[in-house]
């Protein structure tokens, strides 16, 4: 019940910001508001209770202060947040001098301003910052002003000097204490969004390395320009999904795009266990590329394992779905250009020869086949299984020698060697 009152007070006003940012100056404005209220009707009661008739005046005067500054909460809720403010600033400033001039300069009552000071600058949001230096200015004059010419003692608060002392004492402490919680509550609320916004960055760096290469997303953080490398040695990786859009004709539109999400997926896991980069799906097309953007002289060999285990996903798929599921795939080796090109939704792409070779052996492959380029062929010949094709006619390219990748070859015991099949 308490916890539901508090909220109700602490939170006055806050649905009409739509502002996060001021959110928390509302949040503090109004916090404060109840706490001071409530620590100036405490002190009050228990100061005249111990000096009656010396603090007579300094009772009416306090319970008229802390009868005001709830208003503090009404213009919140009604949404004038600027006016709560000033008013906020502008009551503490009136009442901490009329305070420090009827109890003298050995009270110490003057000091309470330096909390003045620090609150503006939390109560106020960015977007006021005139108003945020202009009273902390005003504050900070004000205690400097009253210090030289307050009386001392006071003729309007006659004390001895040891009680008049003490008082001293406790209103020092007692801003010592408040500048000590502010800054508590500060480094509290920026403790606070450090984490909130370490977490935002982790999201974002998670989803930044879901679409980049991690060395990509460093040079990208150095140099927002271009950026394009060449690699001689790569291997590209082109694969389709044979008959997918005769498949689109015979299931809802949801549940093919669930299956194909499904075998992408698990795509995805293979091309992380191989090092492999994936560049980019169209439609039920998927490309991959071993070799960069970190270079690997095993290429060409992670690449031939990833498009086995790729026939071994659909093969299962195809059992599994009872479809007719079958997929193509086409690899070629050589130099291509990498890089991330564009200012908005940018991807990191290849270009050259070979690329557009790999799309080629791709197209004129064979179903639950993988074919490979000539040169392709001779980088795995040592160690994996591979079938002649002959000559195969590429568009725009003319007729080259093809192989089929079959499976890879047996090792011995040893590992040391593969056997020759």
Not at 219 to 230: D, Y
Request: glycine fraction near 8%.
């Amino acid at each position: 019940m308490l916890q539901l009152i508090w909220n109700t007070i602490a939170y006055s006003g806050m649905t009409r910001v739509r502002d996060e940012s001021e959110q928390k100056n509302v949040l503090l404005l109004n916090t404060l508001s109840v706490l001071i209220t409530v620590f100036t009707v405490i002190v009050t009661g228990v100061s005249v209770y111990i000096l009656p008739s010396e603090m007579s005046a300094f009772g009416r005067l306090a319970l008229g202060y802390a009868v005001l500054l709830p208003l503090v909460l009404l213009l919140n809720g009604k949404g004038l947040r600027t006016l709560a403010r000033l008013f906020f600033v502008v009551s503490g400033l009136l009442f901490m001098g009329g305070m420090s001039y009827w109890m003298g300069k050995g009270a110490n009552f003057h000091f309470y301003l330096f909390s003045v000071a620090i609150v503006t600058f939390y109560i106020f949001p960015p977007r006021q910052r005139p108003l945020m230096y202009l009273f902390s200015l005003l504050a900070m004059i004000q205690l400097v002003v009253l210090h030289i010419y307050l009386p001392d003692p006071s003729p309007y608060f006659p004390l001895e000097a040891d009680t008049l002392h003490l008082i001293g004492v406790v209103n020092l402490a007692a801003t010592a204490f408040l500048v000590m919680s502010l800054s508590a509550y500060i480094s509290r609320v920026y403790e606070v969004a450090e984490t909130y916004l370490h977490l935002e960055r982790s999201k974002s760096e998670k989803l930044l390395l879901n679409i980049l290469p991690a060395s990509i997303v460093e040079k990208l953080r150095e140099s927002p320009e271009t950026i394009a490398e060449r690699f001689e040695e790569c291997t590209i990786l082109f694969s389709d999904i044979v008959g997918f859009t005769e498949m689109s004709h015979t299931m809802s539109p949801v549940d093919l795009v669930a299956l194909l999400n499904r075998i992408f997926s698990e795509f995805d896991d293979l091309a992380e266990k191989h090092g492999l980069e994936k560049i980019k799906t169209i439609g039920d097309a998927y490309m991959v590329v071993g070799g960069l953007p970190e270079p690997s002289q095993e290429h060409a060999e992670r690449v031939a394992r990833f498009a086995l285990d790729m026939l071994d996903v659909v093969r299962r798929y195809r059992e599994k779905e009872n479809m007719p599921l079958e997929i193509r795939i086409g690899m070629a080796s050589g130099d291509a250009v990498a890089g991330v090109i564009g200012k908005k939704k940018f991807v990191y792409d290849l270009w050259g020869k070979s690329v557009n070779t790999a799309s080629r052996m791709e197209s004129s492959g064979v179903p639950g086949k993988v074919q490979v380029t000539e040169k392709t062929y001779a980088l795995l010949r040592e160690k994996f299984h591979l079938e002649k094709r002959g000559l195969v006619e590429l568009k725009g390219m003319g007729e080259v020698i093809s192989y089929l990748l079959l499976a890879e070859q047996e090792r011995d015991v040893g590992g040391s060697s593969p056997s020759v099949g």
